[in-house]
Structures are given as C-alpha cells and as structure tokens.
C-alpha cells in the first residue's frame, strides 16, 4: 500500500504527466455529459429501454449507452473506426494507398485526411439509418422528415467532435485518445451491471457474487496473457565498421504476437452474425426448421449461434494476420540491415521460416480468442445476468485489457524517464503493438 501511495505522489509530481491526465480526465468529463444530451425533439420517457444482441449492442456498450440514449453522442467514435479499418484494408490492397503509407509522415497525413472525411460520409448514412430504424414515432415530438434532416447534422457534429477530442487526448492527455473513448464507454456500464448482479443475488447469493468476482478476475489475467504473449525468433545482426567504430554484432528477436489480430477477428464476425438470423427469418412463417434457426441466431445465448461465431472469429483471425503481418517484408528489412535468423539464409527462405512460425502460433491464438468471445454465453449458462456477463469476455474485455495496458505504459514512461521506481517490482509495463486501427 505504502508503494501505491509513493507511485501515485511520483506520478503527481511530474509536471507534464500530471498536466496529462488532467487534460483526459477533462475530455472524458466531456465525452460522458455529451451522451446524456438527448437529440431534440425525442421525448426520453418513450424510447425504448433493455439490452439488444448483435451487432447493435456492440456499438451501444462502445457508446457507453449513448446509442441506446438516443444522445448526441449516439454514434460515438464507431463511424470513424469503420473508416479506418476501411482505409487500413484498402493500403493492402491498392497500390496507391500503399504508395502513400510508405511516404513517410506526409503519406500519413494524407491517409488521415482522407479517414476524416470517409467518417463524414460513413455517419451520415448511418445517422440517416439510426433515426429512422431506431428512434420509434411514439418517441418524437415533431414531424419525423424534419427531426431526420437536423438529427443527421447533429449526429455528425456529434462524430466530428468525438474524433476531435480522441485526437486532442492522444496529443495533450495520456494514452491512445481513440481507443481511450471506447474503453471510457464500456467501463461506463460496469458500476451498473455489478449492482445489478450484486442486488440480483439478493442477501443469500453473496457466496455466488464473490465467487463471479474471482472468476471474472481469472478471465481477466487470461485476456492479459493472450494480448501479451509473443513469440521470439532471435536475430543476428552482422558486425560492420564504420569509421574507426565497430558496429552491429548484436542479437535481437521479432517478436510475433500470439494474436497479432487484436480484437478485429471478434468485430467482423459479430458484424456478420445478424445474417443467419435475418435470412431465416424471411422463411419463418414458412418453416418451423428456419424459425428455430432465426430463434437461435438472434439471442447469443444458443449454442449454434457461439459454434458459428467461434469459427468466424478462428477464420477471420488467420485472414487479419495475414494482411497485417507480411513476412517477406520483415525478411526483406532484415536483409537491408544486416540481420540474419541463426541456420536460415536470408531472403526468401526467411520469409517462409517466419511465415511458418506465424501459422502455428496463429492457430492456438484464434483458438483462445473464439474461447474470450464466447465466455459471456458461457457465463450465462451459470446464471449471470446479460449486463455483467459481457464482462466476462468479447470485445469488450480485450479492449479494456489492451488500451489499461497501453495507458500504464506510457504512464511508466514519464517514471522511469524522471528516474523514478516503476509500476511494478520486476519487468516492465508492455502495452500492445498498436496499429493504425489499434485498436481499438
């Protein structure tokens, strides 16, 4: 207790860290009061509350409720994350974008210019879908065409400005200001859900409530493990001269993430998820057989519905590695500077050994990352309750996991930077390889 208290008087002390964290704290007071501020002309009482499934309830605990809120915020910061992934996918496959990304910073600028203003055109056609499939007319005050036109334009203030302050965090406060709104809005929800459950298990239940609390705490060290674990193929850089100095001569390792994916694996299948159900339901009346599968597809609960989803998370996460890591251009790097892996030749041969280990470890990677995605419904199958189950896994821990872990790090940084003791007692604080996405 004695050390918490001296890390934080040292965290305190530092004059920039110190002005940091003030700066977020300040955005994220912001960010919260902005998704309370209802959109005008909704009557609150009437819109419709509890917890959807799908792709939906995604975005709504990535809003931190904001979506269900019919807030100003409702959109939040996920219609500039679906253009970056956008942006991202097309540098791989067009070779004008991949042009610009290796152009240094100026290339970088120009991606994010046009992000920005892919985001205006990605919220517009969802602020137009929002306020008219999920604002009910009992809701509104006014004529339903008018409030479409100026809660469209809000709706996109409201992205603009979201962007802007995940910017001005990443620039002038402490962390990844993007990736720091979403995790902002699924911890919103925690206190909520944990009273819930807590008051759910009632005077008798407190066994079962703490036994939940020392699971949940397991699951979350696990989620640790699978974002931080790498594995290390040493390299050797040859000695060279230069000048009067002797140079290189050191061993090095890439490190090669067990799941190099992130969390994007889960949020394509989820986003895919809603197809199944919606197909059978055009056939239900029809069909006992496709009103069953409608049933199954549409409650996260059933087990087709997990079967399904793990594999989508297993394939997609063989298919985000391989569009993110490019073994020929690590080995091509290496080659350029020198480097070698003890017993294989450089070039194409390294290629393929890096391409070889990436596939092994990928396969037990996409396995414990269906696992994460599919313990809420496993938590459900022990009585949890729907909001406190989401904890237990998903997209949502993995994001709470990775960007605590990117924030400590930097955090440690500024610490160790002013030579001071760090975080922990031994080792170090490591956050995630961030990517472009990074998401995230």
């Known amino acids: ?34 998704s309370y501020i209802v959109l005008p002309g909704i009557d609150p009482a009437r819109l419709p509350k509890g917890q959807g499934n799908g792709l939906l309830d995604l975005i709504n605990t990535f809003s931190g409720g904001a979506f269900q809120n019919a807030s100003i915020f409702a959109l939040g910061i996920m219609p500039y994350i679906s253009a970056s992934i956008a942006i991202q996918l097309l540098t791989i496959a067009l070779p004008y974008f991949q042009k610009m990304q290796k152009d240094g910073e100026s290339g970088r600028r ?8 892919l985001t205006i055109f990605v919220t517009t056609a969802q602020a137009i879908a929002y306020t ?22 809000i709706l996109i203030s409201g992205t603009i400005f979201c962007m802007w302050m995940g910017e001005r965090i990443t620039d002038k406060g402490i962390g990844n200001g993007i990736s720091l709104l979403i995790m902002i809005g699924i911890v919103a929800r925690f206190p909520v859900a944990l009273l819930q459950e807590a008051g759910s298990r009632g005077t008798g239940g407190a066994l079962l409530f703490v036994i939940e609390l020392v699971a949940l705490y397991f699951v979350v060290m696990g989620a640790v493990l699978i974002t931080q674990a790498t594995r290390r193929i040493p390299v050797q850089y040859a000695k060279q001269v230069v000048g009067n100095k002797v140079v290189g001569g050191q061993r090095q390792y890439i490190p090669l993430k067990l799941n190099a994916a992130g969390v994007m694996p889960i949020i394509f299948a989820q986003a895919l998820m809603f197809v199944p159900g919606l197909v059978a339901g055009y056939f239900a009346e029809k069909s006992d ?14 087990w087709q519905y997990n079967v399904l989803f793990g594999f989508l998370i297993i394939v997609f996460t063989y298919f985000y590695t391989a569009i993110s890591v490019n073994p020929q251009q690590i080995a091509d790097d290496m080659k350029r500077s020198g480097g070698f892996i003890p017993g294989v030749k450089p070039g194409f041969e390294t290629s393929e050994y890096i391409g070889q280990i990436l596939d092994r470890i990928t396969l037990p990677g996409a396995i414990m990352l269906a696992l994460v995605a599919v313990m809420p419904a496993i938590a459900r199958l022990f009585g949890i309750s729907q909001g406190f189950a989401q904890f237990f896994g998903g997209t949502s821990l993995l994001i709470l996991v990775g960007v605590v872990l990117d924030t400590l790090q930097q955090i440690e940084s500024y610490l160790l930077m002013r030579r001071y003791e760090g975080l922990m007692k031994s080792g170090r604080v490591q956050g995630r390889t961030t990517e472009s996405v990074s998401a995230i």
């Open 110 to 117: 120009k991606l994010n210019q046009i992000t920005r203003v």
């Open 1 to 34: 207790m004695n050390k918490f208290i001296t890390t934080l008087k040292n965290i305190w002390s530092i004059e920039e860290l110190r002005s940091r964290i003030l700066n977020t704290l300040l955005f994220i007071t912001v960010y919260r009061i902005g």
């Open 132 to 153: 008219q499939s999920q604002i009910p007319a009992e809701a509104l005050m006014i004529e339903r065409s008018w409030f479409t036109i100026y809660s469209t334009i």
């Open 289 to 302: 057989t496709a009103q069953s599968i409608a049933q199954a597809f549409n409650s996260y609960d059933h």
